[in-house]
Structure formats: C-alpha cells, structure tokens
C-alpha cells in the first residue's frame, strides 16, 4: 500500500513526541511517512485522537506537547491507537522548580492599542474601574429572594422603563441557590460574599441593589459591611437593601426594588464610552467541552491572544485548577517568584485533600464527551488548558473570586466547572472573556461578554449561531499566531461594544454559579 | 409589685420544663406567678425567648418540651433570660433505644375524607400515581443547558398556545446550576439523576422533555436507561431529548424544544381531576426562618395535620437531618423495626463525618435570625422542628430524593436548607407541601403547591399575602388540635387544586436546587 505523509492525516506537535494526533478521521491500514519511517494505523482513528510514532513499551512515558500525559499500560506498538485502554497515570513525579523558566518580559507591542469603554472614575482601583458593558444588578443574597429579584428585573424590563435609559445595557439579577445553611464566617459564607461583591463592584456594573430575605446566613448588612460596597460614582452612598421580611413579603419587595432601579437609572445612563488602553483588559479564560483539538487549535490560539494583552499591560486569568493539575509545575517554573509558585502549589494540595475527603479521583475530570473526543489523562488535558494562558510569567495566583489587580498572567484557583469557573473569575473583575470549546457551547456570562472559540470546523458551522470565532483552520494550515491575532483584535472589539454572540441570545443570567464548596447544612 | 399569672406573658410547655416561652415581650420587672411561686424576669425578654422558671445551676440541663436543649453555662437564677451567653451544648449522651417508644397505629378516623386529583393510571407505581397539578416539565440535565430550557418554557409561554390547552397549569423549566464536573456515576451523579428523575415521574408532571449540552457528566441518555425514564401514560415511548450539541446550537435547541413541547400538549391536557382517597397524599414538610414560636406552634399543629394525613392512610415526609440532629433518639424510639431506626442513625453519622471534614459544627444551623427570634441550640431546634411529623410510628428512612413508597411518617435525610430539602422531598414524591415559618419566606416549589404556615400573628399581618395559615392564636389560647385540622383540611383543599399563595405569586422555578455533596471539580 502506498504511503503518506502524516501532516496529510495528522500533527506531530513535537519532535520528541511519541504520538501523534489525528486531524481527521484516518481509516486503518492508512500508511504515513514520518522522518523517513512509515507508521500505519492498525485500526481507524478518530479525529483528535491519537496514534503511536514510535513503539511504547510498558511503563514508559506517552509525550505530547513535548511533556508527559501518561505511562503505557502495556506494550504500544507503532501505529496503535493511544488512548484510556493502554494509558495509565502512573506515579509522575512533579519537580516544582520554582521560577526555573522565568520567561523574559515580553517586547513593548509595535503599537499600543485602544478600546471604547467606560471609566468608572478614580475613585474606584483600577480592577474595578474601567467597564466595557453598562448593566445594572439586582443582588440577592439568598435563593430565598431569587425569586423576587427576577420579577424585579422583569417588572422592569416589560415596563419599558428602559427605552429612556438607552447606554444602560440591561438589568441583570445575580440570583443563585445558596446563602444560607452554610458556617457562619465559613469558608462558603466568605467566598459567596466575595463573589456577590466581586459582581457589584464590578466595572460592567454601572449601579446595583441588594435583596434578601432577611434570616439568611448571608446577611446583606454583613455583605455590605465585610465588602465595603458602597453605591456608584464614589457617593460613599450606602447601597440600597431591600429584605422581604421587612418589606412585608413578595409583592411588596418587588415594588420596592422596581422604584429603587427606577430612581438610580438616570444616574445609570449618564455615561459614555470613551477611549481607553488596552492594558485595562483584564481577560478570563475558559474551556469547557474540550476535544483532542482543544490543546492543539484553539488553547493555542487564546494563548496568542493572552500573550498579546499582556504585551498591551494589560491582564489575562487562568482559572480551573482541576484542569491545571498534573501540570502545574509548568507553571511553577515560570512563576514571578517562589512565593506565587508555592501559593499554586497550595491550592494543588488543597485540591488533592478536598477531592481525597470523598474518594473522588481529580483524573475524572476528563468527561465522557472529552474521552469521546481523544483526552485521555488530566495531564494531557491540563497541558492542553494551560495553554490558552500563552507564554508570560505567572505574576500572581488568588483565590475564587479575589480581586485580581496584578497586571499580566494570572491564576485564580476554580474548579473547572465552566459556569462556576467563570462565575468567580468575572467576580475577580475580569471585563472581557473567552471561552474555548470542542464539543460545543452556549456559555455566556453578564455582565461580561464572552467570546467563544471552536477548535474545529465542523462544530463552527454546526453552531456558527453561538461560535464567535473559528479556530479550526489551523488544523489545515492556517498559523495559530493568525487566529491568535483575529481573537485579540475581536477582543477589543467587544469590549467596544460589538455584542457577542452570547448576547444576541441574551445567555448569562442563569450561569451565575458561585463555587460551593460545602458542607450545606 | 403585684404579680400576673404566667400564662398571660409566657408558655411553660411541660410541669418539668425549668424554663418558660415568652409569647409577647416582657418588661423587665414583671413578676409572673407559677405554681404558687413568683418568678420575676430580671431584664427584658423578646417573643420567643426563653427565661428561668427555676435556678439552673451551672452544668445542669436545661429542659423544654420536657426535654433536655442543652445545658447551663453557669448557674441561672430564676427570671433570667436564658439563651446562647449561659447555654452550652455538652456532650449529650444518646440512647437510640430503638422502638422503645414505638406508638400504637392510630385508630381509623370518624370519616374517610377524599380530594378532586389526577389518576395517572395503574401503569405507574402508586407513588407516582395520583397528582394535585398538571405541569409540562423541560428538564435540564446541566447548567450548559438551562438557559436553552428557560428560553423553550418563555417561548411557550408568550406564544399563547397555552391557552388551547386549559388543564395544563404551565410549562416548568427544571434547572439548575450542576450536571457536570463530578464523578461519572460517583455519589453527586446519581443523586442528581434520582432528583430529576423525581420530578420527571412526579405525579404533578403530566409530560416531559429533556434538554442537555451533549458533553456533560450526567448524559441524557444514562439518565433515561439508569432511571428508566418513559414519555407519560404508560406508553413505554422514549422522552424527547434534545441535546444542543446535536440540535446545532441554542436557537435551533428552542425550536426543537417548542415544536416538541407543541406535540405533547393536547395529550397533556386530555385529564380530568376525581374524586381521590387521602391515603394518596403524600405529604412534604419543612420549616425556614424558624423562631421560638415555631416548637410552640405552627410545627405542633404541622404535627396534628401530619398524623391527621397518616390516619387516612397517606404519608408525611420530615427532611432536615441537621435539624433533627440531637433529637434523633426521639425517632429511633418511635422507629417501627431496629433496621428503620439504625438507618437513620447511619445517616446521623454520616453527617457528624460530613460536617467534621470542613471543621464545621453542626451547632452552627441556627442562623442568626434563629438566634434573634430565640432559639438557643440545635437540641431546642431539632426538637422544635420534629414536631412537624407528628406523634406516629417512623416507618421508613430514605436517601435524599428516593422514591417515598411507605404509608406513614417516612424520614428523608436532606439538608436543613429549605430550597435544598424541599427538592429532594418533592423529587421524592410530595404531591403537597407545607412549610413554617417564624422570620417569613415566600417559598414555592412547582411543580407542588406548598402552604405557608406563620407561627406568630405579627408575621402572618405584616405578610398575609405570602402566608396561608396563621398558627399565631395558638399562642393566644386556640387549641393547637384547631390549628392542625385548619391545615389539615387546607391540605386537602391545596390537593383539589385550590391555589396557595406561592401559586398566585408563580414562585417556584428559582428554588429547584439539587443537593451536592461535592465535590465539584
Ligand atoms: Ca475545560
Ligand atoms: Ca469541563
Ligand atoms: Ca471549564
Ligand atoms: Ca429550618
Ligand atoms: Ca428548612
């Protein structure tokens, strides 16, 4: 049979690699030309999936990426496909090497570039201060009160109140299912205050009201008072609270909270987009429905992109720990200093201990859909998701849902749960977002935009509707730096006010998901 | 200063009870005579607070409903305000004493009462059977997909089609924040499955159509074969499932949701409510907000109604295990067989274990609300709460969200947290709810209607359009024998179709909140 060469069928990411992945299905008995060897696939392969090289005797080390995603569990021969029946963990030994990659700041951008945004002035910090959306929030506090805060929002839109106000972009109710039944001053009533916080002081939020119940653990004068918010433009105004057990029940709270919006959206209205630099992006990542092509087409790309922000000084957040281990002494080694590195390597033990508690191997994270699609280890997928951070140094790790308020790359320990990933690092103020996927999906996030990238072809134009950008072109050709570039300047595009396509749906209010990590009481 | 009997200011519950119930403020000062002696309140005491009625020395227990709340802090002179600064917990040694207490069955009732409900057919299990509403449900397997549901429930909803179809009471979204980034089959899948399976074979849901992402952990289709899900009235047809990644995106998901919500309709609404016995009620309690007030009375006269519901042969459902904490040995006293009583301790452990992972105390449940309104530990609480289930035998103890299939008062282990336990206890097979409050709330839970009970008259006024039944008299001297039956009969009333005041409110999509356990990945 005649042969091929592989980049026909496939990419060799690194010379060193053993395997290699499928950029489209290669029926068996296809024969491919690599290096002047021929490898052939004994069985069909599926697209993002991969094949051994060269032979991998068991035990030994499977390498994508140039790094280690798995050990044989048995004999690989050349040709065979590589996948969950012949990989296992094994027991990797991780070698932190703190700041041992430092990279070397990157070169000032040949241009420095601009967004249309608003400037919430100086009195408030810079992550908090400069917002490329103008919504207003109803906060509750408890699900107690979810149900009133929605008819606020809804009394409001359906009034047509809001045609006066037209620079407003909405009123967005951040209503969840917790707030109560947790430890008082615990760990969940901290992070659930920090994140409801972390939205109302957020700079796509021009102004806000907080309702509650009145009994819950969340108190909204605790909230107010822990957190310090305050009401917009640097008034010192106290925020208004409305509690259903002092207003006197539903009806009553949704008066109340209707006249209360009705009153700040003047205030809410008088603004204006003007031109700002681009290195007051703070940019959030994601992924969520990863494929084989994830950490090949896509992650890349966004990483492209991150690197790209970072240069203009601006910021760009990695977040979903369980996604990062395994992997995350490839962040170590470029950490800023020991002591940033050390704080990631603390929140990996956290995780190792809060996920031993209950039995759970972190190794589950890879869904069936990601299997499905050719992941086979945590390490392979972690090094693929770590990837849309780009190449910078790791100047700072921060917890669900803090500030964040360094300038560059960034980690904020999440779960890789992509609503309440996401839900805690818009919360750290990220002000435009992107989000990768393989499988397909229609995330979307308010008060913040949020792009969405496929890594593959056939999903965009399956849901071009719901896809911002197609990063599937690099598997024929087309170079990451390309795509990396399109999502940059689609980056400050939307945070310019071109509507994502999240927001042509109107999708982000039901993926408010702040990260609980339990007991519920 | 002349004295008052104590009865005008105070309820001593038991002749053994060292302290009293304050039922309206009481001055300092006030002398309050009692078996011929005078106890004098020696500072203010708020309604629902607690006084010495006898000295108290310091490690003695202090007793309410003939009960031990926990201990004395130091030693309390007669008239003091007793409460969280000279109350402690100690270690309360339990004697589970398994049916040591077993009740005797009740004898049959004067009358065997009925209620106008929806007979599914034989083809269902009695517990699935018979209905007091007739919902349409879109069930979301993930968060990914609940905006996509939500959108397919508005869309029916403004189109007016609903208006062909008038004994359909609505179309509900079920959804949610999880569904994915949890072990595949471990502890949180197949709660989270059993849960919406629950309210796919709820008797109050006529159809159903199921809406996922396509990638996530908790598949449609393992949850269709795993919880063998069929389409309504015995058909054996599969459920609909629409899964966005297949259907190409959200507005293409909307449509197949609409077109096929539009096909199951005039099926839906082809039913008509009978005359039904009240051994098909399945009863679901629960109690939030709670204050001193609700031991007293709005839980007690839950319990009348309660035992009322076991007599016609129908089942009462208490949740809360952290608030039956402490009190525990109450139940296994009552338990019908050593294996009933042993489950519910196997539950008691496995909480002490749960909570004792995050260092957290189970004490911590009484909120600060519960604490203002005068409720000291979670002994007081626990015992406050039970009552609520009645006086009958516990004949079975279920997992959270399992189906409820015993006659009588049932145990469901979920958590304190209203929204939380209520879902479990509906998933389980409440086809009526009722839920006390002292604080005040305005829970609703569709696709079952829940009364709302206020345990004082200030909250019952101050939120009459929020609340059903007032249990306030009974601290005013109406019998709480009267109060029970009022609900009671509510009860049956509810179940003919009657409309709580959630219903006219329409609350009841927000608080569909799934117990996790962790952890999320
Ligand atoms: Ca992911
Ligand atoms: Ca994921
Ligand atoms: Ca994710
Ligand atoms: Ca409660
Ligand atoms: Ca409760």
Redesign the interface.
Known sequence: MSSVPLSEFAVHLRPGDNVAVARKPIPGGTALRLDGTTVTVSAPVKMGHKFAVRPIPDGEAVNKYGQVIGFAGRNIAVGEHVHVQNVKLGSFERDYAFCADLPAPLPPPAEYRTFLGYDRGSSRPDHQRYGTRNYVAIISTV??S???S?YIAEKVRTSGILRDYPNVDGVVPI???GG??M??E??DHRQLERTLAGFAKHPNIAGFIIVG?????V?ASHLVEAEGLIQIGGSKQPPTVIT??EA????KTVDAGVKALAELLPRMNDVKRVELPAKHLILGTNC??SDGNSGVTANPALGVASDLIVQQGGTTILGET?EIYGAEHVLTRRAVSKEVGEKLVERIKWWEW??G??G???N??P????K??GLTTIYEKSLGAIAKAGSTAMVDVVRYAEPVTAKGFVVMDT??????SMTGIVAGGANVCVFTTG??????CKPTPCLKIATNTPLYE?????MDINAGPILTGTPVEDVGREIFEAILATASGEKTKSEL???????F?P???????
């Open positions: 699900n107690c979810a149900s009133a929605k209503v969840h299912r109560c039944a430890q008082y615990g760990p119940l009145g009994c819950e653990i108190q259903i057990q006197g029940g539903i009806g969520g429905g369980t809060y996920t508690v209950f759970a191997e972190i589950n994270n869904s069936p859909g990601n499905e699609g779960p890789g749960y992509d609503p309440v499988r397909g999906s229609v995330y979307g399956k849901m071009e509707s719901d749906h109107g999708v982000g209010e039901e993926e998901a990260w609980s990590i339990g007991p519920t009481l």
